[in-house]
């Protein structure tokens, strides 16, 4: 199993982007799919994370500006990220929990990490 992120880039404040994370491989089930962050200096977060039934956490510090979907059968998910700040510069990465076979038991895969810098 895979995890491929893309997406980041160099924004203005108040910009927007839209990040994508698409799981391939071997793919019995994916229960959440989520998104973490981690600024240069400071301990990797939660962002926002996505459950199959379609319930949504944000943490507080992008609640209103930050949207996560998930595309079931594409196994992909999104994080439209609008009114972008100079704090939400950090290294985005996707995760997601799945069971690689029926009989498996559930795992954590991580992507690669992808880039956002909001600055002037």
């Known amino acids: 199993v895979q995890l491929q992120a893309s997406g980041g880039g160099l924004v203005q404040p108040g910009g927007s982007l839209r990040l994508s994370c698409a799981a391939s491989?071997?793919?019995?089930?994916?229960?959440?799919m989520g998104w973490y962050r981690q600024a240069p200096g400071k301990q990797r977060e939660l962002v926002s994370v996505?459950?199959?039934?379609?319930?949504?956490n944000y943490v507080d510090s992008v609640k209103g500006r930050f949207t996560i979907s998930r595309d079931n059968a594409a196994n992909t998910v999104y994080l439209q990220m609008n009114s972008l700040k100079p704090e939400d510069t950090a290294v985005y990465y996707c995760?997601?929990?799945?069971?690689?076979?029926?009989?498996?038991?559930?795992?954590?895969?991580w992507g690669q990490g992808t880039q956002v810098t909001v600055s002037s």
């Open positions: 995760n997601a929990d799945i069971k690689a076979y029926r009989s498996d038991s559930i795992r954590r895969y």
């Open positions: 491989g071997t793919i019995f089930s994916i229960n959440a």
């Open positions: 996505i459950y199959g039934g379609r319930i949504t």
